[in-house]
Structure formats: structure tokens, C-alpha cells
């Protein structure tokens, strides 16, 4: 897991001092709500995130994403690095469409010790540009996450989540 | 709103603290009853004896992982097969996020009739506010290691259970002492099994010797807490008999 967060500080680093290409921030708060624990349908509220996403242009359209997110689930508070990748396209004067892939690894925050945590998920959203420089949006998809460890504790350590995620995205420089 | 909800909750247990104390892992709990789990609830009941006379509700204490109070919630089963233990999960590992969950486990179980309620330190009080919000739900209140935020249940007509340990650093014996003016009249009690009749509309007092506070459930220390001078057993021991007879009384 150690590798995976230099990997992506390093990207982010990268992605920071590339002028070459178009740059974004993005800030998200996310609801988590549930579709199965582990194999048992089982609905309702899971928890919510707050996060932070930096993103740098691949090609026209796509672009690869890093960040941070803090979110409360079923078993507590986790911090985990987020890296994946963002396709996105204008289809209206000002409305673009998107879909990702994200990757999470980082931490349950037990103690005496933490436990390491993933979660996968693939999301679709539209998005809405205020000005040249800053666009709201909401995304929605699926979101499988896994606190291995946490099994030993307990009988459900992963879960598949619906997340509805809302964020605020700003164009640093092209 | 419940995108509000959460993330305000996020924000809160981050400034709060984050990290959960966690349990005894489940493989060296030796549970002997049935034991099931949800996202939001874990539930306790005897494999042998399907009839369900009282259900109890209970909260969790403030950042401590729900699984951790299994061991002595399994021996009260097998001391009262009739007793059902539903153990909230809350948001954050924290019952003023979740007060209102237990009702969801009350709605679910019609069948049983008897309802109490109750919980660990920060759980016992969300408990007490469980009640103000449901007065008429529940019959009897558990508070373990911990006391009311305020008067709100002072002329409550159900029956208290007051379960605290001499050595608690946390819920001192002083704190016991100062909200007893915010419970029902109050009756120290001198042995496991001495109530006085009705419990109803009392608040009884169980003082356990040399116990701690975080002995009341398997998480390990905790900081601030005094040093026992009895093992866990011996302490979940007398916590289980006094809340046995107390069911048993209401």
C-alpha cells in the first residue's frame, strides 16, 4: 500500500509541475448508500465522504485523477488515496457528461492499529460550467469496498454502495 | 437533506477523533448463541429458544467498535434465552449520530412486546435520549458506565438500572453522584438481586468493586481509565446478573 500512496503523491507532484496540459481541482462530498453486504442485500444510509481530487489531461477527453478522501462507513472512519481515471464530453454549451474509474487504498482507523482498506468504483455524471473556470456536477455509479482485517471483528467486512456524489471542479491552467 | 446529514456527521467525527477502539476478534469470543449482523445492527439470541420476551436496544459507547461487548451480551443470552440483544452500529462509532436508530430495531420486531434499553458510557446517555424522544416504548433503561446529559428523564415512569464500577476513570463514582438529581428517585443497592418493588419509576444503583470502565466491554485500555483491580470476567460476571434480575424485576 506504501508504494500506491508514493505513486500517486508522485503523479500528483508530476501533475503539479506539468504546465503543458489543462489542470483541475476538484472538491466532493459523497453519500454512500447501501446495495449488499457482503453477498445479503441490505439498503439504507451507509455513511458519506469528503474528498479532494487533483486531475491532469491524458488525451482531449480523458484524464487521470489523484487525491484524498476522508469517509465514515459501517465500520468507522477510513483516509484513503484515491487514483483512477476520468473520461469526459461536451454534449450541450456548457453540459459535458463523464464517466470514472477509481481506485482507493488507505486505511480504517482503529487503534491500537489501523487496518488497511480498498475500494473500487465506477461513476457517471454530468457536469455544469459556471464560467471559464469553475463547473458543478453530480455523479452516481457503484463502489465495492473491503476492510480485509476487519473480518477477523466482524461478519461483514465489504460492501457494494449506490454513492451520489456532488462536486466542485475549478481549471487551474491550460 | 441526508447528503447533508452524513457529511455534516463526517465533519463532526473528524474533529471529534476518528479512531474506533477495536473489539476481541470474533474467533476468540467463544459465542454459544446465534449470532446475525447487518450493516446497522448485530443481533444476539439464543439458538434454542425461539421465544422472544424482551428485546433489548443497545448503543454502543463513543468510538469503541460495536463487536465489543459481544462476550458478556452472550452469556446474558444464555442466562435469559428469552432476551434478545440487538447491538446499533452507529455512524462514525458514535451514538450522537444514531440516536434515533433504535427505534428502526423496535419497528422491525413486532413480536416482542417488552422493550429496555441501554448502553455503554456515550451510549447510555444517547440511550436516555432514545427514551425522552419514546417514552412509552420502553420499559427499563441500562445505563453502564454512564448517566443522563440532562433532566430530561427525571419523572420518567420506567425503570433505571444504574451499573458503575469503582475505578472508572472516565464515568467516576463523583459523575454517578452529580446526575442522580436527573433520574428517578434513587436506590443504592446493596447486593446483585436487591431491588425494591415496583423498579418502576426508580433509578437502582449497582456499584461494581475494583471494576473499570473499559472493562464493561473487550476493546482493550483506554486512556484516562484507573487500573482494575477484578479481571474483565469477573466484572461482566456481575454486570450480566444485575441486568438479569433487573429484567426479571420489571
Same mark, same amino acid.
Given at each position: 500500500? +506504501?508504494?500506491?500512496?508514493?505513486?500517486?503523491?508522485?503523479?500528483?507532484?508530476? #501533475?503539479?509541475?506539468?504546465?503543458?496540459?489543462?489542470?483541475?481541482?476538484?472538491?466532493?462530498?459523497?453519500?454512500?448508500?447501501?446495495?449488499?453486504?457482503?453477498?445479503?442485500?441490505?439498503?439504507?444510509? +451507509?455513511?458519506?465522504?469528503?474528498?479532494?481530487?487533483?486531475?491532469?489531461?491524458?488525451?482531449?477527453?480523458?484524464?487521470?485523477?489523484?487525491?484524498? *478522501?476522508?469517509?465514515?462507513?459501517?465500520?468507522?472512519?477510513?483516509?484513503?488515496?484515491?487514483?483512477?481515471?476520468?473520461?469526459?464530453?461536451?454534449?450541450?454549451?456548457?453540459?459535458?457528461?463523464?464517466?470514472?474509474?477509481?481506485?482507493?487504498?488507505?486505511?480504517?482507523?482503529?487503534?491500537?492499529?489501523?487496518? =488497511?482498506?480498498?475500494?473500487?468504483?465506477?461513476?457517471?455524471?454530468?457536469?455544469? +460550467?459556471?464560467? *471559464?473556470?469553475?463547473?458543478?456536477?453530480?455523479?452516481? #455509479?457503484?463502489? =465495492? =469496498?473491503?476492510?480485509? *482485517?476487519?473480518?477477523?471483528?466482524?461478519?461483514?467486512?465489504?460492501?457494494?454502495?449506490?454513492?451520489? *456524489?456532488?462536486?466542485?471542479?475549478?481549471?487551474?491552467?491550460? | 437533506?441526508?447528503?447533508?446529514?452524513?457529511?455534516?456527521?463526517?465533519?463532526?467525527?473528524?474533529?471529534?477523533?476518528?479512531?474506533?477502539?477495536?473489539?476481541?476478534?470474533?474467533?476468540?469470543?467463544?459465542?454459544?448463541?446465534?449470532?446475525?449482523? /447487518?450493516?446497522?445492527?448485530?443481533?444476539?439470541?439464543?439458538?434454542?429458544?425461539?421465544?422472544?420476551?424482551?428485546?433489548?436496544?443497545?448503543?454502543?459507547?463513543?468510538?469503541?467498535?460495536?463487536?465489543?461487548?459481544?462476550?458478556?451480551?452472550?452469556?446474558?443470552?444464555?442466562?435469559?434465552?428469552?432476551?434478545?440483544?440487538?447491538?446499533?452500529?452507529?455512524?462514525?462509532?458514535?451514538?450522537?449520530?444514531?440516536?434515533?436508530?433504535?427505534?428502526?430495531?423496535?419497528?422491525?420486531?413486532?413480536?416482542?412486546?417488552?422493550?429496555?434499553?441501554?448502553?455503554?458510557?456515550?451510549?447510555?446517555?444517547?440511550?436516555?435520549?432514545?427514551?425522552?424522544?419514546?417514552?412509552? /416504548?420502553?420499559?427499563?433503561?441500562?445505563?453502564?458506565?454512564?448517566?443522563?446529559?440532562?433532566?430530561?428523564?427525571?419523572?420518567?415512569?420506567?425503570?433505571?438500572?444504574?451499573?458503575?464500577?469503582?475505578?472508572?476513570?472516565?464515568?467516576?463514582?463523583?459523575?454517578?453522584?452529580?446526575?442522580?438529581?436527573?433520574?428517578?428517585?434513587?436506590?443504592?443497592?446493596?447486593?446483585?438481586?436487591?431491588? /425494591?418493588?415496583?423498579?418502576?419509576?426508580?433509578?437502582?444503583?449497582?456499584?461494581?468493586?475494583?471494576?473499570?470502565?473499559?472493562?464493561?466491554?473487550?476493546?482493550?485500555?483506554?486512556?484516562?481509565?484507573?487500573?482494575?483491580?477484578?479481571?474483565?470476567?469477573?466484572?461482566?460476571?456481575?454486570?450480566?446478573?444485575?441486568?438479569?434480575?433487573?429484567?426479571?424485576?420489571?
Amino acid at each position: 500500500m +506504501r508504494k500506491l500512496v508514493v505513486l500517486s503523491v508522485a503523479v500528483f507532484v508530476f #501533475g503539479l509541475t506539468s504546465t503543458l496540459k489543462a489542470q483541475q481541482v476538484s472538491i466532493y462530498l459523497n453519500s454512500l448508500n447501501g446495495i449488499l453486504a457482503e453477498s445479503n442485500f441490505d439498503g439504507g444510509s +451507509r455513511g458519506g465522504s469528503l474528498g479532494v481530487n487533483y486531475s491532469n489531461t491524458l488525451t482531449n477527453d480523458l484524464k487521470w485523477l489523484g487525491g484524498a *478522501e476522508l469517509n465514515t462507513v459501517s465500520w468507522g472512519n477510513n483516509v484513503v488515496a484515491n487514483l483512477g481515471l476520468i473520461y469526459t464530453k461536451e454534449f450541450a454549451a456548457k453540459w459535458s457528461w463523464s464517466v470514472s474509474g477509481l481506485t482507493q487504498q488507505g486505511v480504517a482507523l482503529f487503534k491500537p492499529n489501523a487496518f =488497511y482498506t480498498f475500494s473500487l468504483s465506477a461513476l457517471g455524471g454530468i457536469e455544469f +460550467r459556471i464560467n *471559464e473556470k469553475s463547473s458543478i456536477g453530480l455523479s452516481t #455509479g457503484l463502489r =465495492y =469496498y473491503n476492510c480485509p *482485517e476487519y473480518s477477523k471483528y466482524s461478519l461483514i467486512s465489504s460492501y457494494f454502495d449506490f454513492p451520489v *456524489e456532488l462536486f466542485y471542479r475549478i481549471t487551474l491552467k491550460k | 437533506m441526508k447528503h447533508l446529514k452524513y457529511n455534516v456527521i463526517l465533519l463532526l467525527s473528524l474533529i471529534l477523533g476518528a479512531c474506533s477502539s477495536i473489539s476481541e476478534p470474533l474467533a476468540n469470543q467463544n459465542l454459544q448463541n446465534m449470532l446475525f449482523e /447487518t450493516a446497522d445492527y448485530i443481533v444476539l439470541e439464543s439458538k434454542t429458544n425461539t421465544a422472544r420476551t424482551t428485546g433489548f436496544v443497545y448503543y454502543p459507547g463513543g468510538l469503541v467498535d460495536p463487536h465489543a461487548y459481544l462476550q458478556w451480551q452472550d452469556k446474558l443470552v444464555t442466562l435469559n434465552p428469552g432476551l434478545k440483544i440487538v447491538t446499533v452500529k452507529m455512524p462514525s462509532n458514535l451514538a450522537v449520530f444514531g440516536i434515533d436508530k433504535g427505534m428502526t430495531v423496535v419497528k422491525a420486531n413486532p413480536a416482542i412486546s417488552n422493550w429496555i434499553t441501554g448502553g455503554h458510557s456515550l451510549g447510555g446517555a444517547m440511550a436516555a435520549e432514545l427514551i425522552n424522544k419514546n417514552q412509552t /416504548t420502553f420499559k427499563g433503561l441500562v445505563f453502564i458506565a454512564s448517566y443522563p446529559a440532562s433532566d430530561i428523564l427525571k419523572n420518567w415512569s420506567g425503570g433505571v438500572l444504574s451499573v458503575h464500577a469503582s475505578r472508572d476513570g472516565l464515568s467516576t463514582i463523583a459523575k454517578i453522584e452529580k446526575y442522580k438529581a436527573d433520574l428517578p428517585s434513587a436506590t443504592v443497592m446493596n447486593g446483585m438481586n436487591n431491588f /425494591t418493588l415496583p423498579v418502576s419509576g426508580r433509578t437502582h444503583y449497582y456499584e461494581i468493586m475494583g471494576g473499570n470502565h473499559a472493562q464493561f466491554g473487550n476493546y482493550g485500555l483506554q486512556a484516562g481509565d484507573s487500573t482494575a483491580t477484578i479481571s474483565v470476567t469477573v466484572q461482566q460476571n456481575q454486570l450480566i446478573q444485575v441486568i438479569n434480575n433487573f429484567i426479571d424485576k420489571l
